[in-house]
C-alpha cells in the first residue's frame, strides 16, 4: 500500500509552510521533487529551500524532470489529458523504483492540491492502473488568498457572487454571467483584455510571496496597459510567471 501525501506549500514564500506540512514532510518515506525546466529552477529551488529547513526525516528525495505539454495539439483538453498520463506514468515508474514494498510518498504542491492544481486529478490516473494506493491532502495557502491579502481587499462584496475561471474561459466566453467580482487565474495572455473595461476595476499580483512580487492594482481602462507592459518586463527578466488578478464591477 503506498500512501501518496500533497503536500501544500504556498506561493513561493518559505514562511507559508504549515505546521501541519512539516509533519507530513517529515513522515514520508519518499520525497518527490519534479524539475520543469531551466526557465523554472526557482520553482525547484523553492521545494529544496523547504526540505533543508525542514526535513529532519528519514525521507529519500528522488528529483525528476516533469514531462512537457505539447502545446501542438490541436484541442487544448486532449493535450492536457496527454500531458497528465505522461506525468502520472512517470510518478508509477517512480513509485515502483522507490518505494517497491509500500510506504510514504510525499509530493510539495504549489499553492494547494484543490485550486486549479491537477495533482488529485493525476493521482486519480494512479488508482485507476491499479495501485493500491490512498491519498493525503495537506492544505497549503493560495494565490487567491496571497492576492487579496497583499491588496487587502475582500473576495466579495457584501452578499455578492465570486467566479473563480481560468483566462481561456474569459478569452473565449467574457465575463461570466451573474458574477460581480471575477477571480482569473492560468492566465498567460492577459484575457482582461476581453472584456470592457468600463466599471471595471482590477487587482493584479505576480510571483505573490516571493522576492521578486509585484503588483497593481485600479480601473481596468489604465491599469490593464501597465500590467500588460509589467508582465513582459518580468518575463523577459525572469524567463517565467505565474500572476492572478481579481476583477470587481465597481460604482
Known amino acids: ?34 524539475r520543469k525546466g531551466e526557465n523554472k529552477a526557482d520553482l525547484a529551488d523553492l521545494r529544496r529551500t523547504i526540505l533543508a529547513d525542514h526535513l529532519t526525516g528519514p525521507a529519500r528525495v528522488v528529483e525528476f524532470d516533469l514531462p512537457v505539454r505539447d502545446a ?18 512517470t510518478w508509477a515508474g517512480l513509485i515502483a523504483e522507490h518505494a517497491p514494498n509500500g510506504g510514504r510518498v510525499a509530493l510539495l504542491v504549489w499553492g494547494d492540491p484543490s485550486l486549479y492544481d491537477s495533482t488529485l486529478r493525476i493521482a486519480k490516473r494512479l488508482r485507476a492502473a491499479g495501485l493500491e494506493m490512498s491519498v493525503e491532502v495537506v492544505p497549503g495557502l493560495t494565490s487567491l488568498q496571497l492576492l487579496t491579502a497583499v491588496h487587502a481587499i475582500p473576495l466579495n462584496d457584501l452578499g455578492a457572487p465570486v467566479v473563480i475561471t481560468t483566462g ?3 478569452r473565449d466566453h467574457g465575463w461570466p454571467a451573474g458574477a460581480d467580482t471575477v477571480a482569473v487565474m492560468l492566465d498567460g495572455n492577459s484575457s482582461f483584455q476581453a472584456v470592457p473595461p468600463e466599471g471595471i476595476s482590477i487587482w493584479w499580483a505576480a510571483y505573490l510571496g516571493m522576492p521578486m512580487q509585484i503588483m497593481d492594482h485600479g480601473p481596468l481602462a489604465d491599469t490593464g496597459p501597465r500590467i500588460i507592459a509589467a508582465r513582459a518586463a518580468a518575463r523577459a527578466e525572469h524567463g517565467w510567471i505565474m500572476d492572478i488578478y481579481l476583477m470587481r464591477r465597481t460604482a
Not at 500512501?3 to 506540512?21: C, E, K, M, R, Y
Not at 501542438?72 to 506514468?89: E, M, Q
Open 1 to 34: 500500500m503506498i500512501q501518496l501525501s500533497l503536500i501544500g506549500i504556498g506561493t513561493g514564500n518559505p514562511d507559508h509552510v504549515t505546521l501541519q506540512a512539516i509533519r507530513a514532510i517529515n513522515a514520508a518515506d519518499v520525497i518527490l521533487l519534479p
Open 72 to 89: 501542438a495539439t490541436p484541442d487544448y483538453l486532449d493535450g492536457v489529458n496527454d500531458w497528465h498520463d505522461a506525468i502520472a506514468a
Open 168 to 170: 481561456r474561459q474569459i
